[in-house]
C-alpha cells in the first residue's frame, strides 16, 4: 500500500501534491492562523511554517513549505513502513512514539490515531508531522478510498480511555511487520474489529517473533483489563520494542501460513451472520418473536423435559450432596436441577420462604439475617446479631440402600424446635439453635445418560443438641 501524496522539491520549497487537474483550489481558502507543523529532530520538536496550499506548475496543487535548513532530503511517507522503511521500522514507530509524545495535542487533539499523510520520514531520524490543520487540507482532496486508507482504517476501536495512541502504534507495527492493516478487511470490521492474529500472517515464527505477535495481538484487542494495566501507554509501546530488541525486521516473514484457513472460514462465517442480522436482522426478529410467542408454553415444556440437568455428570452420592449445598445456599433453582420434572421435594417451600426473608432483609437493610451454619461452626459458633435465622446442613453422609435408592444421614441447623414448635426460644437476651440429625431417602430413576431425583422421603428426625446463643 502506497500513499498517494507525492512529495518534491521545487526549487528550495518542499512540497507535498494533494491533487491534480485545473480549478481544484476553487472555493478554497487558506486558513488566516496557520498552524505549524513539528519537526522531530534530536529528540526536540522544532514548529516548520509553510506558505500555502497553491498551485506547483500547471496542474500540480501541493501543500507548500517554507524553505527550511532541515529539509536536505525528501521524507518518505509513513505509508512505506512496510516497504521501503520496513528494515528500519522498530527504530522508527519508537522514535514516532516519543514525537507523538512531544507534540501533544498539536497534531488532531481529538484523535489518538495520525493519518499517515500526516506523518514522513527522514533517514537522518527525523519525523515531520503535519498539523491538523494541515492534514485537513489533505483530506478536504482526497478521495473516499484514499481517506479510508489514510486514516478511518487506523481508528483505534474497542480501546480502553487513554491506551489509544499505544494501540495505534501497535497497529503500525503489525502492519510493518506482517503489510496488513489490522482494521482494514471488512471481515475484520464485521467482526467487532477482532484482526487476524499477527502469527497467522507469517510464517516460520519462532519462539521470539510469536510472543511479540501475540503481545501485539492482545495491545490492540478488546482487553480493556489489559490495557488498562499499561499506566504508561507510550512507554509500555517503547518497552515492547526494547524487549525484543535482539529481534530485526527480517525475522517476520509475511506469507501463506496453512493455520489461516480455519481461523478464515471460521471468522468470515460469523461476519456473515452479524452481516445479516444487521441489515435484516429487525424483520427476523420480529418473525422469530411472533414464533416463539406462539410456541413458548409448549417449548418451553419440551426444554424442561429433556434438557440435560447441571448435575448429568455426578453420580448418586455427588447429587445427594449437591442437592443439600444448594439447600443451605437457598439456591432453589440448583435444589430443582437433580429432580424429576413435575417433582418439587418436601424442601422446596421452606427454602423459598427464607430465601424471600433473606432478599427482604437485604433490600431494606442492606444485609441478611440468614446464617450458614458451616460459617458459623468455623467462625466459633460466637454471638450472633438479633433476628437471625440459622439455616441450612453442615454434613451429610450417604449409604446405597438398593439399585435406585440412597439414605442420606444429614446434620441440619435451624432456628426453630421442629419437634416442638411451642417451645421455640425466642428473647432479648439470646436466641437457642437446634441441631438434628436426619434420615432422608431419596429414590433416583435414569433419564437419558444420567441419574435424577424421583422422590425424597423423610424417614428420621431427632434433636441432638440445643445451643444457646447470645446476640451481640
Known sequence: MKGRHEIFFDDDRLCIEIARGTGVLKGYEIPRNKQSALLYHSAQMIEIDWQSVQMVGDDRCCLVFCPNEHFKELPVSAFELCGTLRPRCFELLKSL??????????????????????????????????????????????????????KEAWYAHNCAEGFGKAHYLCQLLYYSLTTVVPFASPVVRENGFQAVPMNLLLTGTDEQTAGLGNTVDKAISDDRKFQLTQRHPLAFFRNLIDGYVELTPARFVPGYNPEIEAY?????????????????????????????????????AIWRAVKPPLTKDLDEVEIIEYYYDALTNLDVGAMDEPLKYGYSGPDMVQVSTIYVTSTVQKSYEGQSNVVDPRQWIADGMGPLPQGSIVYGVSDVKVQQLDEDVFRATITSWSSENYLDETNTLVSDSGMDIYRYTEVVDFTFTSRGTWREIAKIEKVDMTLDQVYHVDYR
Not at 499523510?117 to 473516499?144: C, K, P, R, T, V
Not at 426478529?285 to 410467542?293: F, G, N, P, R
Request: overall charge negative; proline content about 1%.
Open 264 to 300: 478464515k472460514v471460521k471468522s468470515e462465517k460469523r461476519a456473515r451472520r452479524k452481516a445479516f442480522f444487521r441489515k435484516k436482522g429487525f424483520i427476523t426478529a420480529m418473525i422469530i418473536l411472533a414464533a416463539l410467542i406462539v410456541g413458548s408454553i409448549a417449548g418451553w
Open 97 to 150: 512514539s516519543h514525537a507523538i509524545e512531544e507534540a501533544g495535542d498539536r497534531l488532531y487533539w481529538n484523535m489518538d490515531s495520525v493519518p499517515l499523510s500526516n506523518i514522513w520520514f527522514f533517514s537522518n531520524g527525523d519525523i515531520l508531522l503535519l498539523s491538523g490543520q494541515m492534514g485537513d487540507a489533505l483530506d478536504m482532496f482526497e478521495l473516499d478510498e484514499d481517506r479510508f486508507w489514510d
